[in-house]
């Protein structure tokens, strides 16, 4: 029985929801347009950001248009957040008793691939995972489940065998429609944004006290 981690990466992995928001702010100031705050990171975090950008600027934006306009926002986004970079407490730690243990590891991810370089190869964290699936790979963004379903594929492990670490309502809504139990990091949002997810196994503030065999021995909350 192949069994998995599959890691969002915003939030996740790094502690960096609030910069991504703020970019999404500054961007869109830079076009004499405000957004409310709060009420974008709850309703966007984990979606591709050319489905943000086209349901924000309009269906006539051409595709090259919507990359060129995402890559502008991008580049915001690690201007702001570079200085900050590094992991959440203790994921180094448990990403290495896990592949210890014979656990797969996978990325699974709603950034686009150069965040994603910039992340993982900034860290020097690429070599711990099996495989890493980004906005590229997938049709479509969180809540759907594609992205948790690629990478469950990719490693070879069927959903039941596969904990999903989220940090946003939408990915853990992405990881229960795949049926897959989910751990929650609060880097973003408290214990309370979860109540009503009947996936949830644990929810914690870091991985600093987590252990492989507690994961997956551990059941829905709710």
């Not at 595709?63 to 890559?71: F, G, M, R, T």
């Not at 020097?124 to 594929?153: N, Q, W, Y």
């Not at 644990?202 to 507690?214: E, N, Y």
Request: hydrophobic residues 50%; contains cysteine; glycine residues 6%.
């Amino acid at each position: 029985m192949i069994r998995a981690f599959l890691f969002d990466m915003d939030g996740t992995i790094v502690d960096n929801m609030g910069f991504h928001t703020d970019s999404w702010v500054e961007f869109f100031k830079r076009r004499d347009r405000t957004i409310d705050r709060d009420a974008f990171f709850l309703a966007t975090a984990g979606r591709h950001g050319r489905e943000i950008i086209r349901d924000e600027m309009g269906a006539h934006l051409t595709e090259d248009e919507v990359v060129a306009l995402n890559s502008e926002k991008e580049v915001v986004y690690r201007e702001l957040y570079g200085p900050h970079l590094k992991t959440v407490a203790g994921f180094e730690a448990l990403v290495l008793a896990a592949r210890a243990d014979g656990v797969k590891l996978a990325v699974a991810t709603a950034a686009q691939t150069s965040n994603v370089t910039f992340t993982l190869d900034g860290l020097d964290i690429r070599k711990h995972f099996d495989a890493v699936v980004t906005a590229a790979d997938v049709p479509r963004g969180k809540p759907h489940p594609d992205v948790f379903l690629e990478a469950a594929r990719r490693v070879g492990a069927l959903p039941e065998n596969c904990i999903v670490f989220e940090d946003a309502p939408l990915g853990v809504e992405a990881a229960r429609r795949a049926g897959m139990r989910c751990v929650v990091i609060t880097t973003t949002l408290p214990a309370s944004a979860f109540a009503a997810f009947d996936n949830v196994i644990l929810i914690v503030d870091h991985f600093t006290d987590l252990s492989v065999a507690d994961v997956f021995a551990a059941s829905p909350i709710q």
